[in-house]
């Protein structure tokens, strides 16, 4: 069974669409995140959950907006996609937000053409 | 704010060569520090960790030792294969203040072993 999955694997999209990357885990964990790669594979935390309450938001356009529903899915919605979004998001999860080891999902490669 | 330095890559090495990556960090608070590894086109995948100073963290031949007078994590393995051709990624966590676990990763290194 896949720990933490994330639908779709690969999105191409235009200018100006409305995109949605979703993602699950099967681990009981308590803190769900999500990490955006760029093309020079640097990795940096855009969002996290702890039991569906937002905890961390940082600098991130207001055109992202993530949900978490329940505490075993976290998604992440893009208004007006921009040539700078295309890149590879990963969400992750954790049993807790203390240092706790973290968990991958495959990852979603998005590119905005 | 905390950060992670790797040294830059790419790393092109024989198969059963010796491996070092360099990482150093600065941190606020009393850090985790991990390695994960990225082989071509997957996640990321935990490869070994260490949660207070001194401790080694070892896995699949691999070993790192968290040096706080020294702010280091170096990544070692004593003889690569070619199967561990991947981006390895230096990282902390930082459970105090509002950091609450996120990882603050390094740039990245790539490894290509070559038979």
């Known amino acids: 069974d896949t720990a933490v999955s994330q639908t779709p694997k690969y999105l191409v999209t235009q200018m100006g669409n409305d995109k949605s990357i979703k993602c699950e885990q099967n681990?009981?964990?308590?803190?769900m995140y999500w990490y955006k790669q760029d093309s020079k594979k640097f990795l940096k935390i855009m969002f996290s959950?702890?039991?569906?309450?937002?905890?961390i938001n940082e600098t991130v356009p207001n055109r992202f907006s993530p949900k978490s529903p329940d505490k075993a899915h976290l998604n992440l919605h893009i208004n007006s996609l921009e040539l700078g979004d295309s890149a590879v998001y990963f969400c992750?999860?954790?049993?807790?937000?203390?240092?706790?080891?973290?968990?991958f999902g495959p990852g979603t490669r998005l590119t905005v053409t | 704010g905390n950060s992670v330095t790797q040294m830059e890559g790419p790393v092109t090495l024989s198969e059963e060569a010796f491996l070092t990556i360099n990482c150093t960090y600065t941190?606020?608070?009393?850090?985790?520090l991990f390695w994960y590894v990225q082989y071509p086109g997957e996640g990321l995948q935990l490869l070994l960790k260490?949660?207070?100073?001194?401790d080694k963290g070892s896995n699949k031949g691999f070993e790192a030792t968290y040096r706080k007078e020294t702010t280091s994590f170096h990544l070692e393995k004593g003889s690569v294969q070619v199967s561990d051709s991947a981006v390895y990624f230096c990282?902390?966590?930082?459970?105090?203040?509002?950091?609450?676990?996120?990882?603050?990763f390094g740039q990245g290194t790539i490894l290509t072993v070559h038979p």
């Open positions: 992750a999860s954790s049993l807790a937000f203390s240092n706790y080891e973290q968990y």
């Open positions: 681990l009981g964990h308590d803190t």
């Open positions: 959950y702890n039991n569906k309450e937002l905890i």
């Open positions: 941190a606020t608070g009393y850090p985790s």
């Open positions: 260490a949660t207070k100073a001194d």
């Open positions: 990282a902390l966590s930082d459970a105090g203040g509002t950091s609450y676990g996120k990882l603050t």
